[in-house]
C-alpha cells in the first residue's frame, strides 16, 4: 500500500455506546504515513472511532477496512501486526519493570507459551531507546514519574512493531514539558520510521502543531477532515466549540498557534482584532 492510499475507510457507519448514538452515517478515509489528530467536544466520537477502527468496538451498520480489508476479516492477532493502540488509562501492576510492559507488546509476534525470543529481546530494546527508557529498563512502574509511566506504555506500542499506531489522549494528566516530550517523540518516529499515528488531542494547539491531518468530530458526525490548516479555522473552531478564538501566526514558528477568548467577552475580542 503506498501513501496514497488510505490505511482505513469508514462508510456509511454508525456505532452506539452505552445505548446512545456515538457516531451518526460518517465516511472517513485516513491517509498513510502521517500523524492524525481526533479533534472534537467531549463526547462527540472520537475515541469511539478510533476504537471501531481497531476492532474494538463493533459498529451497528456500514462498512469498515483496514489496510483493504474488511475489518471482520481480520484475525485479532494479524491486526495487531498492523495497528498498534494505547487506550486512555492504560494499568499494570506498579511492580512491573519497564522492560517487562514493553515485553508485552511482543504478544502479536509470539504464541501463547512460546519463549521470548532473540527478534522480541532486540525489538523491545529499540523501542526501549526510541523513547529515552534504556536506563530505567528494570525500574518498577510505581518507582517512575507520570511522564517516565507514559514513556513506557509507549514503548510497549512501540515494541509491537506495527506500522500505525492509535494513541488516546496521550497527554492527559500530563504538564506541558512531558505533553511535548511526548509529541515531539510521536513526531520523530513519524519523520525517521514512517509510522503512521492517529492520535486524539483535546489540546487545538498541540493538534495545530503536530498533526499532518485533522478529523473535527462534533456530536456524532464529522465536521470536516483534511491538512490541519485547512480543518483548524477560526469559524469551524467557534461552530464546534463555542468559543471564539483567533489563529495567530508567531515568529520563528512555522506553524500558527489558537488563541481562545473569553466567551461573550466583547472586551477581549476587541483587544485580539487589534
Not at 456505532?15 to 446512545?20: D, L
Amino acid at each position: 500500500m503506498s501513501q496514497a492510499d488510505p490505511f482505513a475507510t469508514l462508510s456509511a457507519m454508525t456505532a452506539r455506546y452505552e445505548g446512545a448514538t456515538a457516531l451518526d452515517d460518517i465516511d472517513l478515509s485516513l491517509p498513510e504515513g502521517q500523524i492524525i489528530a481526533f479533534c472534537g467536544p467531549n463526547g462527540s466520537g472520537k475515541s469511539t472511532a478510533l476504537r471501531v477502527l481497531r476492532a474494538l468496538h463493533a459498529p451497528e451498520a456500514g462498512a469498515v477496512e483496514v489496510a483493504g480489508r474488511p475489518i471482520a476479516d481480520w484475525r485479532p492477532r494479524d491486526l495487531a501486526r498492523e495497528i498498534a493502540m494505547l487506550s486512555q488509562s492504560p494499568s499494570a501492576p506498579e511492580d512491573m519493570s519497564v522492560r517487562d510492559l514493553a515485553l508485552l507488546g511482543r504478544y502479536a509476534h509470539r504464541g501463547r507459551f512460546s519463549p521470548v525470543s532473540q527478534a522480541d529481546r532486540q525489538a523491545v530494546e529499540r523501542a526501549l531507546q526510541a523513547t529515552n527508557m534504556s536506563d530505567l529498563a528494570e525500574r518498577c512502574l510505581g518507582q517512575l514519574s507520570g511522564g517516565q509511566v507514559q514513556r513506557a506504555w509507549i514503548a510497549m506500542v512501540l515494541a509491537q512493531d506495527a506500522p500505525r499506531i492509535f494513541l488516546d489522549e496521550p497527554t492527559n494528566h500530563l504538564d506541558i514539558a512531558h505533553a511535548l516530550d511526548i509529541l515531539d517523540l510521536i513526531t520523530g518516529l513519524n519523520r525517521e520510521d514512517g509510522r503512521g499515528f492517529v492520535i486524539v488531542l483535546h489540546d487545538l494547539n498541540h493538534a495545530m502543531r503536530y498533526a499532518d491531518h485533522v478529523v473535527l468530530f462534533d456530536q456524532g458526525r464529522i465536521v470536516r477532515t483534511g491538512p490541519t490548516r485547512e480543518v483548524l479555522t477560526e469559524e469551524r473552531i467557534r461552530q464546534v466549540f463555542d468559543i471564539d478564538c483567533r489563529i495567530v501566526d508567531l515568529p520563528g514558528l512555522d506553524r500558527p498557534v489558537v488563541v481562545p477568548l473569553s466567551r461573550g467577552s466583547d472586551t477581549m475580542l476587541a483587544c485580539a482584532a487589534q
